[in-house]
């Protein structure tokens, strides 16, 4: 079994080692990591660790804040192993594409982004519309967008009146960049958090604007 492992700890020698020591103390393996983010003294990271058969998530909370000063954020099962081209990878594939580029693209951005799932959206005459979701987007829609038209990446409020009481209930974090400009936004959903960093928004809003070009 793999699980997604964010951590926060001090971006100092020696951290990520003692981490890995601490992890490998309950038998887990790290298969890749990440780095999320970079601040004054900390780094947030994203580990896929292997854990034996019927080990419990919680030995890894447990371990991993064993040592000083390391948090862990969140920690969801995994099925893939991190990519550190992985944008590069799916904006080759939208290029690539004979079919629906948009629907390519929904589809790979919850793997390239770790989120739960994606869609993009606009506003028409009766309000705002999905356009394309990826196959684990909720299929309960928001019946109104206040906040577009969209001029840069953000995160969205998820307690915002215009989010839908069961994406509320799932602790959904939510965040959306423009697809250029063409009206269009790319909005993520990450149910059960944890919350965007300025470093994932920022990661978006470059996405999303290469493949605005590539859409044409």
């Known amino acids: ?24 103390s309950v038998g887990a393996d790290i298969l890749s990591l990440d780095v999320v983010e970079r601040g004054a003294g900390f780094a947030v990271d ?12 919680d030995t890894l909370i447990t371990a991993a804040e064993s040592i000083g000063d390391v948090h862990v954020d969140s920690i969801r099962p995994y099925t893939g192993v991190l990519d550190t081209h992985r944008e590069l990878e ?34 028409g005459p009766h309000g705002a519309y999905r356009v394309v979701g990826s196959p684990s987007a909720p299929q309960t ?44 936004v790319l909005m993520l959903g990450r149910p059960g958090g944890p919350d965007f960093r300025p470093s994932e928004v920022a990661r978006l809003g470059y996405l999303a604007g290469i493949v605005a070009t590539v859409l044409g």
Do not use: F, H
Request: no cysteine; glycine share 8%.
């Open 46 to 57: 994203d580990l896929v660790v292997e854990v034996p058969s019927g080990a419990l998530p």
């Open 90 to 123: 799916l904006i080759d594939q939208v290029a690539g594409a004979r079919d629906d580029r948009m629907q390519v693209l929904v589809d790979g951005v919850p793997r390239v982004l770790r989120v739960g799932w994606s869609t993009v959206i606009d506003v």
């Open 141 to 184: 829609q928001a019946a109104s967008a206040p906040w577009m038209p969209l001029e840069k990446p953000a995160v969205l409020d998820p307690e915002a009146d215009w989010v839908p009481e069961i994406w509320r209930s799932m602790d959904t974090k939510l965040a959306a960049a423009p697809l250029g400009n063409t009206g269009k």
């Open 1 to 24: 079994m793999s699980y997604l492992l964010r951590v926060q700890l001090p971006d100092r020698p020696g951290s990520l080692g003692a981490l890995a020591v601490a992890l490998g």
